[in-house]
């Protein structure tokens, strides 16, 4: 059940994630920018969004990479699961 993604469904999904997160990140930019008629917790829910989706897109490339490319996994397994571990505690912590 494990492998039932193929690689090309790998790749859209990333996309799509990545797409969210750079839009998530233009909206973080327009509200720490002028916040005015946008309740206060607005930036910092935005912001912290942003986080976890990026640290989602980080583990599904994880993912990835140990199915379809397993020496690459090997090199960049620890630098990938702490940006990702990191982005998503971080995006926990701005909410509290």
């Known amino acids: 059940m494990r492998h039932t993604i193929d690689k090309q469904t790998y790749k859209y999904l990333f996309g799509i994630l990545m797409f969210f997160a ?3 990140a233009l909206i973080t930019g ?3 920018i002028d916040l005015a008629g946008f309740a206060p917790k607005t930036l910092t829910f ?3 969004l942003f986080f976890m989706l990026v640290g989602v897109s980080f583990w599904l490339r994880i993912e990835y990479l140990k199915h379809y490319n397993l020496y690459a996994y090997k090199a960049r397994r620890l ?3 702490f940006t990702a ?3 998503m505690i971080v995006g926990i912590l701005i909410l509290i």
């Open 22 to 24: 750079v839009i998530l």
């Open 30 to 32: 327009m509200l720490y």
């Open 46 to 48: 935005s912001a912290s």
């Open 79 to 81: 630098p990938m699961w």
């Open 85 to 87: 571990g990191a982005s």
